[in-house]
């Protein structure tokens, strides 16, 4: 079946150091998201790419980038974790349109 | 500024009961509104996806309404179960952008036996 995968699910590192964040989906979906989740606040776009080679700054993109060298793949890199990037990550992908759009698992990060 | 809300912030019941979940929406132009249920440590999973000139859409026992004029939504779970206890989550979709998906707070909901 397929799925969209994420890893790791916990995550601990230190202020200053980068970290990647790893989302790999089978759906063979063109879209793919990364969410970031916080108490208060809805699922909060950090990018998005639409295809190989694209990439799009979400609405709380600053401290973060992305890459899509395939369509399955889409890693968040936090060039420098700040104590603010603790949070629950999720990935996700999609088709175009109305539907299809499915959640990854999440990761939890925490950034000490 | 598009924003979805959504109300009770969190509700307690007892197993075979009912309950309903409010979402208002700003969104315009709107395209579509989803409901999604979030079990503790998971992702979000669909429940319903409706297009703007849709009144309901029914999944098991799962029941969702939408007044697209008044903007409003609502989520029925009838004869609730201990396994609907999680959060659900209203997503609306502008038109410009149907990728793009503004999410509400959501509901914490709690089925005690």
């Known amino acids: 079946d397929a799925e969209i995968t994420q890893s790791p699910r916990h995550k601990i590192t230190e202020t200053g150091r980068q970290v990647t964040l790893a989302c790999h989906q089978t759906w063979n979906h063109n879209n793919m998201f990364w969410y970031r989740q916080d108490l208060g606040h809805g699922l909060r776009l950090i990018h998005y790419?639409?295809?190989?080679?694209?990439?799009n700054k979400g609405e709380v993109s600053d401290g973060y980038s992305v890459s899509r060298s395939n369509t399955e793949d889409l890693p968040l890199t936090l060039e420098s974790a700040a104590s603010s990037q603790t949070s629950v990550y999720f990935c996700?992908?999609?088709?175009?349109?109305?539907?299809?759009?499915?959640f990854g698992s999440g990761t939890r990060l925490t950034v000490v | 500024k598009n924003q979805v809300e959504q109300s009770p912030q969190s509700l307690i019941i007892l197993e075979g009961k009912n309950c309903t979940l409010q979402c208002n929406y700003t969104v315009s132009p709107f395209s579509n509104l989803r409901w999604y249920k979030q079990d503790t440590g998971r992702g979000p999973v669909s429940l319903t996806i409706?297009?703007?000139?849709?009144n309901t859409k029914s999944n098991g026992r799962y029941t969702a309404t939408l007044d697209a004029d008044t903007k409003q939504s609502s989520l029925h779970i009838t004869a609730s179960q201990l396994s609907d206890s999680a959060s659900y989550i209203c997503v609306v979709s502008p038109s410009y952008n149907t990728d793009k998906l503004i999410f509400g707070t959501g509901t914490r909901l709690q089925v005690f036996p």
């Open positions: 790419s639409y295809g190989v080679q694209d990439t």
């Open positions: 996700a992908s999609s088709e175009s349109g109305v539907g299809g759009y499915t």
């Open positions: 409706m297009t703007f000139s849709e």
